[in-house]
């Protein structure tokens, strides 16, 4: 199946940010959005079960000058068992954040069924003076049937980019034969992750940055966080349990809207 998504994110005359523009098809599709009083809250839902192989999803989201957005998903993404020789899910994301604007993208979290293979590409274009917030999560696999880091292969691609430069490229190749698994694991054996870019001018306000993300982290729950660019902060959430993960990126966030000065939005989920 091949579906895509695309949005349009404008602010009126009036400061209220709605939707200009929008296409989707099957299996993608839009839930009711919702004004805050300073932010769209859009929920993006996958209405099948979870990605198939030889799917193709294709989402594009454009945040125009002044908007301010959140897209969120109402409950986990899953990718199923490919067979051998079957072709891998693939889903390619693309944001775009002009001028003033602010967008944050935080999806419920991932979850690869055993024999799953999935390749995800993701591309943040942010205008120097726009700020973006992006957290995806991983789960290991169907924990509570015995498919810990069971999936055969995923891919995540990422690239950041700021007024045009590439500031940021990451990619990781996760498959039973690679050491990186073996790594996470030993932390924990059933380890969740979590991965952030924050995208902003204003860095400095951020003065606690570090030392914040490193107090947050408890027995069962690390984080840690670095400048690695002019105008992007990563951040990285490792957690023995779901709990302790969705406990921590509610913790980035709420650190990351107040250093901001921006009103955590409510995403009115059930």
Known sequence: MTG??????????????HIGRQSFHAPMHLSKP???????????????????????????????????????SPSAQRAFRVRDGGPLATVKQTFQVEPGAWLEICPEIFIPHKGSRLRQVTRIEAASDAETLFIESLAPGRVGSAESYAFARLEWAAEVYVDGRLQVRERYDLSPEQKNIGTLRRVFPDAYYASCYLVTPRLGALTDFRTRMRDFSTSDFMMAASIVAPNVAAIRLLSAGSIALRQGIQAVREYCYEALG?????????
Do not use: F
């Not at 895509?4 to 940010?17: D, M, S, Y």
């Open 262 to 270: 921006r009103r955590l939005p409510d995403w009115r989920k059930l």
């Open 34 to 72: 919702y004004w805050d009083g300073r932010h769209l809250i859009v929920q993006m839902v996958n209405c099948t079960a979870g990605l198939l192989s030889g799917d193709v999803i294709d989402i594009s989201v454009q945040a125009r000058t002044g908007s301010s957005a959140v897209l969120t």
């Open 4 to 17: 895509h998504l695309a949005l349009e994110l404008v602010c009126g005359p009036n400061g209220v940010t």
